[in-house]
Nanobody, 121 residues
Framework: DVQLVESGGGSVQAGESLRLSCATS????????MSWVRQSPGKEFEWVAY???????SYAESVKDRFTISRNTAEETIYLTIDRLRSEDTATYYC???????????????RGQGTQVTVSA
């Protein structure tokens, strides 16, 4: 079975940085596109970024200057680094094994339980 376990969230001040982790099991990052999505209170899920099996990355326009998706294939873990956090980044962040085209957060094979990020001004 595929398992995705996110960690690294917390309560931070605006302007700080965080690195979220998603430990995977039951799959190989070399063979799967992985994505990060988020859900802010009262809002729909929002796609944030994905990384392909070859390491190609793509970002939502709204986050591309501050978010970095990366991976460690030896540890089968993906990361999301968020710089210059803003209050609007407050959300629960989830990693997914997405379905094509990889940018619709509602289309996925697997999703983790999420990690909460709260940004205060």
């Amino acid at each position: 079975d595929v398992q995705l376990v996110e960690s690294g969230g917390g309560s931070v001040q605006a302007g700080e940085s965080l690195r979220l982790s998603c430990a995977t099991s039951g799959l190989r990052l070399h063979a799967h596109t992985m994505s990060w999505v988020r859900q802010s209170p009262g809002k729909e899920f929002e796609w944030v970024a994905y990384i392909s099996p070859t390491g190609k990355v793509s970002y939502a326009e709204s986050v591309k200057d501050r978010f970095t998706i990366s991976r460690n294939t030896a540890e089968e873990t993906i990361y999301l680094t968020i710089d210059r956090l803003r209050s609007e980044d407050t959300a629960t962040y989830y990693c997914e094994v997405p379905q094509h085209p990889f940018t619709d957060p509602k289309k996925f094979f697997n999703r983790g339980q999420g990690t909460q990020v709260t940004v205060s001004a």
